[in-house]
């Protein structure tokens, strides 16, 4: 049987179980990004470097710990707490964070080369962190299993993608204008607070696109967020399932 992603259905979701554990989620983004605010905010302005990788390894421990709280949300109600839910990340700790550099360093390369590449590269590796969180198998092979993970809703991911990014730039733009009318040190902790806002969105989609498409082995689980194509007529074989 065929698995078919639906992108409002997906952002839907992300927001629904935003709204429902908005504590957990707030709360484990405001310990990441006040981190985060923190270290920006001591380091002078010839070590922004060091603040960008920072930033990068936070925000990709926080998207494992969304991955996790999808992952116990499946059957329906959440089991762990904030702080079992960052413990299981760690773990693979390491592999996140060299996945999510791997990640950045080859969409910004495919983006210098005429966008394209980049747009391509950040479709098929969308769910390279859910996959080296759930799956762990290995960091080369996570970028692998992600590319056929996505293979045959690589447009449906990448509206997903588009639509939720969209929102996180708008979203964003205003915080951004609020920060700029205060300034200093408020202005950076205006952008902090904002970030935290978003990151749960953007991560949730990214797990919740990885459940829905490598989970189509057991389509029962994905009604909410996937549609699956009419079964064969009567008389004809099946193939069997596969996580397309």
Known sequence: M???LSPSAIISRAFEIYRTQVGTLLAGAALIYLAQ???????PDSLDWIGSIVSLVLTAFFTGMVVMLVRDLQDGHRDSSLGELFSSV???FVPVIVVSILFG????????????PGLILLTIWSV????????RPG???????SRRIVKGNGWQVFGTILLVWLIAIVVGALGGLLASAFGGVIGALIVAIVSALIAPVIALTAALIYFALADAKQPAAQDEWTTSAPEPPAGTSTPPPSAV
């Not at 390279?128 to 799956?135: F, K, L, M, R, Y």
């Open 2 to 4: 065929t698995t078919t």
């Open 37 to 43: 605010f923190v270290v920006n905010l001591v380091l």
């Open 90 to 92: 760690t773990p693979v």
């Open 105 to 116: 360093i080859g969409v910004a390369i495919g983006f210098v080369l005429i966008i394209i």
């Open 128 to 135: 390279a962190i859910p996959v080296t969180v759930v799956e």
């Open 139 to 145: 960091i080369f092979a996570a970028f692998g299993r």
